[in-house]
Structures are given as C-alpha cells and as structure tokens.
C-alpha cells in the first residue's frame, strides 16, 4: 500500500526540466526549453517567427504539450519557403538508464508542413539524463508527398 501511494505522489508530482537539459540547451525560466531556428538534412534553415516552446519548464507524468509556430526556409541567406511546424511532447515519466541514473522520459511527435502540401515528422522517445540532456533516442522519422503518401521513413539511432 505505501509503495503505491508513493508511487501515485511521484506520478503527481510536477517535475521540473532545467536538471535534465544539456550543455547549450537554452532554458526561460517561465516558458521552457526554446528552439529559435532549425535546420533541414540538405542543409536549409527554418526560421521561426518566433520561439517554439519544446518543452515547458515544469511537467507531471502524462501531461502533454504542444505548440505550433509558423517558420519561413532560408536557404543560401535567400527565402525558400513557409510553412507551420507542430511540436507536440508528453512525459512519459523517469526511468532509471544504466550509465545515466534517472531519466526524464519523453514521448516526442513533431510534424513540419510546407505550403507546397510536403510534409516531415518524427515520432520518437527521448531520455534525458540529469545535466546531460538526450541521451538515448528511439523511433522514426517520415517524409510525406502533397497527396499526403509517405515517400520515405527511416529509424533513428537508440543511443547517443
């Protein structure tokens, strides 16, 4: 009975992220962990209009969080393109990972779309060890054509 009440407290805690982020990783203190630009795989920039929030700075277990932000595409310092990019994460709640102690563990789903109908995403769970930040990754990342058919998918690597 006390092992499930002390679980039940833990699941209902809230848990704050600023211990578990990386070097270089930049916290606001009231919004979260901020991601200003991206890059593409052919070696584009998306800029956002304005900082996405990936993750609040304080979550409980099997909260979700979501934002949407519209980017434009630079590529070469020149305008390529626009569209809107969803990022959508949920705490899974904290593993204990061999070499890492105790993990915040984190189901991520991010779609980017470009006016054109294209469409990127990834769907994965990410851990993320005390001042270190990801360090395990699993999943899939997927491509999809303006009639919505998925054109490719790769797996992501586990650890990193």
């Known amino acids: 009975m006390l092992a499930t009440l002390a679980l039940l407290t833990t699941l209902a805690a809230e848990i704050s992220i600023a211990g578990f982020l990386g070097p270089g990783q930049e916290l606001d203190p009231e919004r979260g962990l901020l991601v200003h630009e991206g890059t593409t795989e052919d070696g584009g920039r998306l800029v956002y209009e304005r900082p996405v929030v990936v ?9 979700t969080h979501t934002s949407l932000r519209r980017f434009v595409l630079r590529r070469g310092g020149e305008r390529a393109g626009v569209g809107s990019h969803y990022f ?4 899974v709640g904290v593993e204990t990972l061999e070499g890492h102690g ?3 563990k984190i189901r991520r789903h991010m779609l980017r779309m470009d006016f054109a109908g294209t469409q990127q995403g990834e769907n994965v769970t990410e851990w993320y060890a005390a001042s270190k930040g990801v360090v395990k990754r699993t999943g899939e990342r997927f491509w999809k054509d303006a009639a919505g058919e998925t054109t490719r998918t790769e797996t992501l690597p586990g650890e990193r």
């Open 88 to 91: 959508e994460a949920e705490l």
């Open 102 to 104: 105790e993990c915040l």
């Open 55 to 63: 993750l609040p700075p304080v979550m409980t277990v099997g909260e």
